[in-house]
């Protein structure tokens, strides 16, 4: 998934705010480091950790190719 689709498109909600720092490992391949401020997200700390952990797990995803 690109930068522009998570910023542009909100596929994990609307983004109010962001910091991208894009970076290369030794061969060349670029990599992002994202921080997203998302509208309406629940925070840590204040809201309920159930409810922190919902919506991270309804967006977020993780695949380890074999």
Sequence with gaps: ISVTVI?????????????????????GAPH???LLWIKNAPVVGID????VCSFIQDR???HIPD
Excluded: F
């Excluded at 309920?48 to 409810?51: D, R």
């Design 48 to 51: 309920c950790p159930e409810e």
């Design 60 to 62: 977020i995803t993780c």
């Design 7 to 27: 910023l542009q498109r909100g596929v994990l909600g609307k983004v109010e705010q962001y910091y991208v720092k894009k970076e290369y490992q030794m061969r």
């Design 32 to 34: 992002y480091h994202i």
